[in-house]
């Protein structure tokens, strides 16, 4: 007679503590009347870019050119090029489209000017480095390269070079990912997004979400799964993946998905295991309040009846 | 432990008998087909796509041997209903039936890579040229990716969506990027290519033929 309250309660009590929305509404601050829509429509537009970073066949002959091009070939293909710090198959090159360049792909001429800069995500200010390696950390899967390793310096410098004649300070516009404003019109769906996978994203990054490789490396990057990002990575939060998305993908065709399709192949893509945040603390529902503490992450979530980030599924 | 059921045995004797009888048959016909048509309408494949397979750089006719089986026979199903237009294959793949039409696409994709590709007949342009630049990091302020970002290093092609372009004739490079441009070809997924050739001059699509033609099969990079 006693058992089944106690289960009770200790189901109520995970529920609260990994903030158990089965379906996890991100866009439940965000009623959707007509007029937000319709702002949203606005907003959804690609930003119009005032700065060109220069031609990659400016980079300069002699020793600094040849460290801007170590920067670029580490960018473009980083487990070939910055091995020591990689834990996975992915490249910069994969999310920073065009080696960086790309407007509303997080180019990095758009961050260059904006570090040193204050991060909520660890409560401090961050040199331009920090922020690196936390790429590293958190997208690589793998280890920070100490800010005067080689492979920091070129990225660095590769970064300070495309950024030549940018404003220093200032937010400009292409940076980042378009993600003012840009709303679910409706709270994204794990089966509505599976549906948008299937018709545009399978056919490069196939089926299970794993990429295409050739000879062994990607040339299409594996969403999910142990050779993606982590649990830790900007990408495993909805809101960002569906603004890079939507500017970006299907690759060549940006902008080309509706608000909501991308938002709810975000959360399908997202919905998906991969490796463990390395600030695990060995307690998924700490780890969750302490790190993951928004809708926007499903990270310590049931979602499809799998609780997602929970430590034998990263084994 | 069980006995041996001998009536079993003689039935999966009789069909794997049955299932090399087939395959061997449907090897035949492939290579009969691709030496001498089907009878029915359907030219030799190797009169103009050679030999080996190997394609014939002059006349612009691709290579077949070793692209992907599940590529070969979309192709030949887009020759006969129109999305990809071509008046010389269209008789062909419309004269060929399924069966025919898969048999010939799996024949090709296990035919060996002629080693005449190994040894192009024109040096790879320079890593700076306009043709290399397109096929290794694209023009993306008009919208084109580099052509290896599907086409995989090299252009030596991924699985049943992107086929090889390293080491095709660069007649028949040009002719398909003209044909996604004008709409005479639109059996790509996603409209891939139809969108991304919009934004190519002449020069680039014969710099990036050239280019791709010039590459070396297997690629240095990528043999196993």
Known sequence: ?315 | MRGLDPRRLSIAAALFAAALFVTSAQATDAATIARQGNGKGAAPCMACHGQDGGGQAVAGNPRLAGLNAAYLRKQLDDFANGSRNSPLMQPSATALNDDERAALAFYYSKLPLPPALARPATAPPPADSIGAVLATRGAWNRGIPACVQCHGPHGVGVGAHFPPLAGQPAAYIEMQLKAWQQGRRHNDPLQLMQHLSAGLSTQDIQAVATWFAAQPLPAPETAP
């Not at chain 1, 603390?281 to 009846?305: A, C």
Request: proline content about 9%; charged content about 15%.
């Open chain 1, 1 to 315: 007679m006693k058992k089944l309250p106690v289960a009770l309660a200790i189901a109520l009590a995970l529920m609260a503590l990994v903030g158990c929305t089965q379906k996890p509404a991100p866009a439940a601050t965000d009623a959707p009347t007509a007029a937000a829509t319709s702002r949203k429509a606005v907003a959804a537009k690609p930003v119009a870019v005032t700065f060109t970073p220069p031609a990659e066949s400016a980079i300069p002959a002699g020793p600094l050119g040849e460290v801007i091009r170590q920067g670029r070939d580490i960018f473009t293909d980083t487990p070939a090029h910055a091995k020591a710090y990689v834990g996975n198959s992915l490249s910069c090159n994969n999310c920073h489209l065009d080696a960086g360049r790309q407007a509303n792909s997080a180019p990095l001429w758009g961050a260059y000017g904006v570090y040193p800069q204050y991060r909520k995500k660890n409560g401090h200010v961050n040199t331009l480095g920090e922020r690196i390696q936390g790429c590293f950390r958190y997208s690589m899967n793998g280890k920070a390269p100490p800010l005067d390793s080689a492979e920091m310096v070129a990225l660095e410098t590769y970064a300070w070079w495309l950024a030549k004649g940018a404003p220093v300070g200032v937010k400009l516009q292409g940076a980042g990912y378009p993600k003012q404003g840009f709303k679910p019109p409706q709270p994204p769906d794990y089966a509505r997004g599976e549906k948008v996978f299937v018709n545009n994203c399978a056919l490069c990054h196939g089926s299970d979400g794993q990429g295409q490789q050739v000879a062994g490396r990607n040339v299409f990057p594996p969403l999910w799964g142990p050779q993606s990002f982590n649990w830790g990575a900007g990408m495993q939060q909805i809101n960002n993946a569906a603004a890079f998305i939507k500017a970006n993908m299907p690759f060549s065709r940006g902008d080309t998905l509706s608000d909501q399709d991308a938002w709810d192949v975000a959360m399908f893509m997202d919905a998906h295991e991969r490796p463990q945040d390395p600030r695990y603390t060995g307690n998924l529902s700490e780890t969750r309040r302490k790190y993951h503490d928004s809708p926007m992450s499903l990270y310590g979530i049931v979602v499809n009846g799998h609780l997602l980030g929970a430590p034998s599924a990263n084994r």
